[in-house]
């Protein structure tokens, strides 16, 4: 069965990074687009983007751009998402999620992994 | 594309009916899924392009609507069914908006 595993929870300073990482099993992990979304609390659900894994192709929400970075290795099966310049406001619960197969991006998200908390502190 | 779901909250019982409605602020054709979420857990696909629904899912729910208006339905509410709902259209290439939920109470 389709499986996405994410890393776990962190803690960060404002102004640092944090990259989380989003392992696929049970499918071929290049055939589907990888979503991310976020979630802050007590709050709805924020898309930030996608990456089709072959090929590294990325497509970021507007908010996002410049200071979110997506990547994959197929070799592993993992996707990353990377947060520069953190502030209070990216403290949230990130979720990856399989998207369609390329080139049709159009699609809902059918397989979900976790969700990673970050909390960002001084 | 703005996607305003409404109510923000639904009260209902079990064994009841319950409609959720869901608008865009432009035609999205029926590229609109919607999903069930509960505390601390991820989403999980309910209906996608509109009407059709995912494999697993209950026959209870249902979903319909195109262009900029779309429902979902819960035709005999179970107790496992209290939860939150967001809609969100995959049309628009720049983002793929979610609607901000409706918390379905008892």
């Known amino acids: 069965q389709v499986q996405l595993v994410q890393s776990g929870p962190e803690v960060k300073k404002p102004g640092a990074s944090v990259k989380v990482s989003c392992k696929a099993s049970?499918?071929?992990?290049?055939?589907?687009?990888i979503h991310w979304v976020r979630q802050a609390p007590g709050a709805g659900l924020e898309w930030m983007g996608w990456?089709?894994?072959?090929?590294?192709?990325?497509n970021y929400a507007q908010s996002f751009q410049g200071r979110v970075t997506m990547t994959s290795d197929t070799s592993i099966s993992t996707a990353y998402m990377e947060v520069n310049s953190l502030t209070s406001d990216d403290t949230a619960v990130y979720f990856c999620?399989?998207?369609?197969?390329?080139?049709?991006?159009?699609?809902?998200?059918?397989?979900w992994g976790q969700g990673s908390l970050i909390t960002v502190s001084s | 594309i703005q996607m305003t779901q409404s109510p923000s909250t639904l009260s209902a019982s079990v064994g009841g009916r319950v409609t959720f409605t869901c608008r865009a602020s432009?035609?999205?054709?029926?590229?609109l899924a919607w999903f069930q979420q509960k505390p601390g857990k991820a989403p999980n696909l309910l209906i996608y392009?509109?009407?059709h629904l995912e494999t697993g899912v209950p026959s209870r729910f249902s979903g319909s609507g195109s262009g900029t208006e779309f429902t979902l339905t819960i035709s005999s509410l179970q107790p496992d069914d209290f939860a939150t709902y967001y809609c969100?259209?995959?049309?628009?290439?720049?983002?793929?908006?979610f609607g901000q939920g409706t918390k379905l109470e008892i």
């Open positions: 969100q259209q995959s049309f628009d290439y720049s983002g793929f908006t």
């Open positions: 432009q035609n999205i054709g029926n590229w």
């Open positions: 392009k509109a009407s």
């Open positions: 049970g499918y071929s992990f290049a055939e589907y687009y």
């Open positions: 990456i089709n894994p072959n090929g590294g192709s990325t």
């Open positions: 999620a399989r998207g369609p197969r390329p080139p049709m991006y159009r699609g809902a998200s059918d397989s």
